[in-house]
């Protein structure tokens, strides 16, 4: 159980360096994405989420995993934080995804995304990834196409920039 805990958490950093480390920056920095309580900064990760949910554009179910907290790089983890919410899409028909992730890279910049990186992985499975900012919400996205699982599904990590909380306030994790 341990490993798997810091297996875990070894993959959730990596994955937040790697997705805020693209163009949301303008410097080593992550942006700083306003003064939230973590409740309400994981109400907007839900947001942002439902919205890349609607782009998706066909049916299917999304798991039901909450965002977690964790902290923002070298600041002050009593006052500092960043929000993360990964989850999955699992289509009604496998056959529905087959497009999809093109469709994602025309549609996500049309609604204030930019796409930072599209390709295959370096998998087994050589597996079609999209990685996207806004730079207006300061929120990333990493979305995998996992074409060869069983069932066929996208595996999504949304990523805030780092929240401040407001005055008096400490970061609630979760």
Known sequence: MKTRLGAQALFVSLVLTTLTGCSMNESDDVPLTGTATSSAAADEAERVSSEIYDLIGIKGKASDTGPGVSDCSDKDPEK???????????????????????????????????????????????????????????????????????????SLMVVSGCYQVPEGEKVERF
């Open 80 to 154: 500092f934080f960043r929000i993360f919410h990964k989850w999955s899409f699992m289509p009604a028909s496998a056959a529905e995804l087959g497009g999809v992730m093109e469709r994602l890279k025309e549609e996500l910049p049309k609604h204030g995304w930019k796409v930072v990186e599209y390709g295959r992985d370096t998998s087994v499975n050589k597996n079609l990834q999209l990685t996207a900012d806004n730079d207006r919400k300061k929120y990333s996205v990493n979305i995998v196409h996992r074409a060869k699982n069983d069932p066929p599904k996208l």
